[in-house]
Antibody, heavy 117, light 108 residues
Framework: QVQLQESGPGLVKPSETLSLTCSVSGGSISSYYWSWIRQPPGKGLEWIGYVYYSGSTNYNPSLKSRVTLSVDTSKNHFSLRLSSVTAADTAVYYC???????????WGQGTLVIVSS | SYVLPQPPSVSVAPGQTARITCGGNNIGSEAVHWYQQKAGQAPALVVDDDGDRPSGIPERFSGSNSGNTATLTISRVEVGDEADYYCQLWDSSSDHWVFGGGTKLTVL
């Protein structure tokens, strides 16, 4: 059974960089699209971007200037960096897997990141 | 890029049928998937664009998609179906994933 687990600081100061890692167990990181999705408190889901196992990426245009995704196949994990954060970036951040049918079949449990001084 | 409007809320009585819509220009030509998110949990796929359901999802959940509207239908609604539901598609022209705004299903 594939499992995804997010890890990283739960509190980030305004203007700093949010960094999260998603560890994948029970399966290989190869041949899938690995996405980050966030959900502000009480709001809907927002796709942030994906990193393919080969390292290629694509980002939500609304966040593109601040987002960097990367993958480490040797460690079976992938990462998110979001720079210049503000309170509007406070959200639960999920990592998720999609295959060539382009739906998310596995999700992490989510991690709450609060942006506050 | 796609915008996928969903009604903010739908209410039904137990045993009735709930229909949750997801709009979009010519969305019927796209593959639309549906997720259920219960309070405090991560979203989980309930129906994919082919109408397939993951293991453990009852046959009461079904999807359809035609014209400008995709629909998630939940038959014989149970109290345990109360959750937020999201539609999602992959926009091949931009290589982006898109979610609908979400619909809160209340079982009266």
């Amino acid at each position: 059974q594939v499992q995804l687990q997010e890890s990283g600081p739960g509190l980030v100061k305004p203007s700093e960089t949010l960094s999260l890692t998603c560890s994948v167990s029970g399966g290989s990181i190869s041949s899938y699209y690995w996405s980050w999705i966030r959900q502000p408190p009480g709001k809907g889901l927002e796709w942030i971007g994906y990193v393919y196992y080969s390292g290629s990426t694509n980002y939500n245009p609304s966040l593109k200037s601040r987002v960097t995704l990367s993958v480490d196949t040797s460690k079976n994990h992938f990462s998110l960096r979001l720079s210049s954060v503000t309170a509007a970036d406070t959200a639960v951040y999920y990592c998720a897997r999609a295959g060539y049918d382009f739906y998310f079949d596995y999700w992490g449990q989510g991690t709450l990141v609060i942006v506050s001084s | 890029s796609y915008v996928l409007p969903q009604p903010p809320s739908v209410s039904v009585a137990p045993g009735q049928t709930a229909r949750i819509t997801c709009g979009g220009n010519n969305i019927g030509s796209e593959a639309v998937h549906w997720y259920q998110q219960k309070a405090g949990q991560a979203p989980a796929l309930v129906v994919d664009d082919d109408g397939d359901r993951p293991s453990g999802i009852p046959e009461r959940f079904s999807g359809s998609n035609s014209g400008n509207t995709a629909t998630l239908t939940i038959s014989r609604v149970e109290v345990g179906d109360e959750a937020d539901y999201y539609c999602q598609l992959w926009d091949s022209s931009s290589d982006h994933w898109v979610f609908g705004g979400g619909t809160k299903l209340t079982v009266l």
